[in-house]
């Protein structure tokens, strides 16, 4: 079983909205709630990249240059959560969008990752 399965993918028309949710559903409230988190995706042909990242608390993120203004990630401890809220989507946003969890407590971009989810997938139409 998955220590991270992510949800909320789907297809969308340019502009529109998106919500992905990921449940850390084997990690413990504890290494959960120590953990940051993040989320990254992989277009067609491309590498991953980093998307956005949040640390334990929720109260320190980590945005690409490419999301800033249109994503936001949140997460609720209680629940082992982490949730991206995607807004204005072009199709360049298009890829398969993966939950992780950094191996510190900040989960920013250069940090390492070590339980990701399968994935999901997001297609935005033009």
């Known amino acids: 079983q998955e220590q991270l399965v992510e949800s909320g993918g789907g297809l969308v028309q340019a502009g529109g909205s998106l919500r992905l949710s990921c449940v850390a559903s084997?990690?413990?409230?504890?290494?959960?709630?120590?953990?940051?988190m993040a989320w990254f995706r992989q277009a067609p042909g491309k590498e991953r990249e980093f998307v956005v990242g949040i640390d334990w608390s929720g109260r320190s993120t980590d945005y690409a240059d490419s999301v800033k203004g249109r994503f936001t990630i949140s997460r609720d401890n209680a629940k082992n959560t982490v949730s991206l809220q995607m807004n204005s989507l072009s199709p360049e946003d298009t890829a398969v969008y993966y939950c992780?969890?950094?191996?510190?407590?900040?989960?920013?971009?250069?940090?390492?990752?070590?339980?990701w989810g399968q994935g999901t997938q997001v297609t935005v139409s033009s």
């Open positions: 084997r990690l413990s409230k504890l290494a959960f709630s120590t953990s940051g």
């Open positions: 992780a969890r950094s191996t510190d407590s900040t989960g920013t971009h250069n940090v390492n990752f070590d339980y």
